[in-house]
């Protein structure tokens, strides 16, 4: 989420020495490896989809065992009074980093990630656009997650934070006004702080998010995302004007035509293949455009429209939620599977891909779209394929042709 400042301390402060004697009872099997392979990366799922341990984002969210298991955890994330989305327990180990990114995907763009360092050290050091703060144990920070960052851990230690993701309710974001920017303002008194110790009375419960990702997007809220593209687009200056404009066009034209697609068919499976394949045209029309333009934070231009509007236009894989299991309707000579994502998309953030200068830059995403199988397994993009061939989801059945 995009933010006034690339840090923002919140006025709250929990027990770490609680928190930490939590952190050390869970087992070490319990920590997974970051999905994408990052060295040092892991993390326990406290929140997931269904309560289950993955890493996975799209439909119901709910308590995993480990978190019944750690009350002050619990508490922590339940005492915000938010919606909560998907919320982890993120690890880095000694020497290792978070590597160069940008969140730029629909998931991210209207949500904010909360962070509670437990087990740290001045020597682990979060970076974001051209700023860099070290959190320290107790505290509660937001950053803007827009922007490129990265962390460094040059500790000795394995680094665990307690990170929340919600979209945040007007209150939130009332404490965000009030919250400390390191260099802007002076640091909070002990009067301006809220402390939040282990309540051994509360039962920590709190409200999950159950509608996070649409079937269809609508057409409102797709011209809002384009709105936003454009403003972003012809704020950066040298974005060459001929280029500029046809990407402008592009995006307009899509725009008009999802709402025609809607004013037909809505939610229904009727339309999900007509749907796919503005979609598919949609992304093939700009490919071309990748090197051309730029956002102003140095994502390609191209990037958020496939993974801000037309990534996540259609996801079949939630269609139950809205739909219930018998509410889709099958169309004579039209697939009921259609595949779910144009080619390029992906459900990560963007990556950061270093020049022969060691520069960030930004490439199209090489990561090949997840669509519904045809026995009902559901899968993440990088779990291991039902069919038995060892490959991954995204590059075996949920790979288009």
């Not at 770490?16 to 087992?27: G, I, Y």
Request: aromatic fraction near 8%.
């Amino acid at each position: 989420m995009k933010l006034k400042h690339e840090f923002i301390q919140l006025p709250l402060h929990f027990d770490e020495k609680r928190l930490q004697m939590e952190v050390e009872q869970l087992e070490r099997n319990l920590w997974i490896p970051h999905h994408e392979g990052f060295k040092g990366n892991l993390s326990i799922p406290l929140v997931s989809l269904n309560g289950q341990f993955n890493n996975l984002f799209k439909g119901p969210m709910a308590a995993t065992p480990v978190l019944e298991q750690t009350p002050y955890l619990k508490q922590v994330i339940a005492s915000f009074g938010e919606v909560i989305g998907r919320s982890r327990l993120m690890g880095l180990e000694s020497g290792c980093q978070v590597p160069l990114h940008s969140d730029i995907n629909y998931h991210w763009y209207k949500r904010v990630r909360i962070h509670i360092p437990i087990v740290t050290d001045p020597n682990v050091v979060f970076y974001c656009g051209d700023k860099q703060v070290h959190m320290k144990a107790g505290e509660a920070w937001i950053f803007d997650s827009w922007k490129y960052h990265h962390v460094d851990n040059n500790s000795q230690l394995f680094r665990v934070h307690l990170v929340i993701d919600i979209c945040g309710s007007s209150r939130f974001w009332e404490m965000v006004e009030g919250g400390h920017v390191p260099w802007l303002n002076k640091a909070f008194t002990e009067q301006q702080i809220k402390h939040l110790p282990f309540n051994p009375n509360s039962d920590g419960n709190f409200k999950s998010e159950r509608f996070n990702t649409p079937l269809v997007l609508s057409p409102g809220e797709m011209d809002g995302l384009a709105n936003d593209l454009i403003s972003d687009l012809m704020l950066e200056e040298s974005n060459p004007s001929e280029q500029r404009e046809e990407m402008i066009n592009r995006v307009e034209s899509f725009c008009h035509q999802w709402r025609e697609l809607w004013s037909l068919y809505g939610l229904t499976e009727e339309g999900w293949p007509a749907y796919h394949k503005l979609r598919q045209t949609a992304y093939e029309q700009v490919m071309h455009l990748e090197s051309s333009l730029k956002l102003t934070n140095g994502t390609q231009a191209t990037r958020m429209f496939l993974h801000c509007m037309i990534d996540p236009a259609l996801n079949v894989e939630v269609k139950d939620s809205y739909l219930g299991s018998a509410a889709t309707t099958k169309v004579k000579g039209q697939s009921q599977n259609p595949k779910n994502r144009p080619a390029g998309a992906s459900q990560n953030s963007s990556p950061a891909p270093t020049s022969v200068a060691g520069q960030p830059q930004n490439a199209a995403s090489t990561d090949s779209p997840q669509t519904e199988n045809p026995k009902n397994h559901k899968l993440g993009r990088n779990d291991i394929c039902y069919c038995g061939s060892g490959l991954k989801f995204k590059h075996c059945h949920g790979k288009l042709s």
